[in-house]
Antibody, heavy 121, light 106 residues
Framework: EVQLVESGGGLVQPGGSLKLSCAAS????????MHWVRQASGKGLDWVGR??????????EYAASVKGRFTISRDDSKNTAFLQMNSLKTEDTAVYYC????????????WGKGTTVTVSS | SYELTQPLSVSVALGQTARITCGGN??????VHWYQQKPGQAPVLVIY???NRPSGIPERFSGSNSGNTATLSITRAQAGDEADYYC?????????FGGGTKLTVL
């Protein structure tokens, strides 16, 4: 079964850091681009960023709202993607989803259940 | 930056056809993907590349894309189709989502 499981969410103070993980199973992780999407309570989907596969040099792209503060990485040996979040702001409070794009395509066909990040003092 | 415009809400009578639009500048030249999200759940892909259905998605779901508007159609609407629906495209190597449409089945 194709599956993504996020972990690492929690409560953090403004200005703090948090690292999320996304464990993948059931597909060839190393060949897939991995994305992070977030959703604040009662709001719409908000793309955070992505990391491409080794074939594309692990290139990363980020939304303007998180560029310079968030970093996406991956460990293909552990089938896991990561989202390092620094200098967190209250507006970063959201459910964070990990998603997969099929190799060579541009839609998100697999989503994790999400992990909740709350930035508050 | 590229923007996608969706109506905040759409209502449809049980058994009728719901149409949810996604507007964008010359969106017809882009591939549009649609996601369904029910309360408390992760989004689910229902249409990819304008009009393709993933396995397991009922034939009642279909999509089209032309000019400045993409449309998700749901025929014979059921109570279980009540959800938020989001369109998505790529623009300049970034992902863009529409603001989402809440579908109510009356």
């Amino acid at each position: 079964e194709v599956q993504l499981v996020e972990s690492g969410g929690g409560l953090v103070q403004p200005g703090g850091s948090l690292k999320l993980s996304c464990a993948a199973s059931g597909f060839t992780f190393s060949g897939s681009a991995m994305h992070w999407v977030r959703q604040a309570s009662g709001k719409g989907l908000d793309w955070v960023g992505r990391i491409r596969s080794k074939a594309d040099s692990y290139a990363t792209e980020y939304a303007a709202s998180v560029k310079g503060r968030f970093t996406i990485s991956r460990d293909d040996s552990k089938n896991t993607a990561f989202l390092q979040m620094n200098s967190l702001k209250t507006e970063d409070t959201a459910v964070y989803y990990c998603t997969r794009l099929p190799s060579g395509d541009y839609y998100m066909d697999v989503w994790g259940k999400g992990t909740t990040v709350t930035v508050s003092s | 930056s590229y923007e996608l415009t969706q109506p905040l809400s759409v209502s449809v009578a049980l058994g009728q056809t719901a149409r949810i639009t996604c507007g964008g500048n010359n969106i017809g030249i882009k591939n549009v993907h649609w996601y369904q999200q029910k309360p408390g759940q992760a989004p689910v892909l229902v249409i990819y590349r304008d009009s393709n259905r993933p396995s397991g998605i009922p034939e009642r779901f279909s999509g089209s894309n032309s000019g400045n508007t993409a449309t998700l159609s749901i025929t014979r609407a059921q109570a279980g189709d009540e959800a938020d629906y989001y369109c998505q495209v790529w623009d300049s190597s970034t992902v863009v989502f529409g603001g989402g449409t809440k579908l109510t089945v009356l």
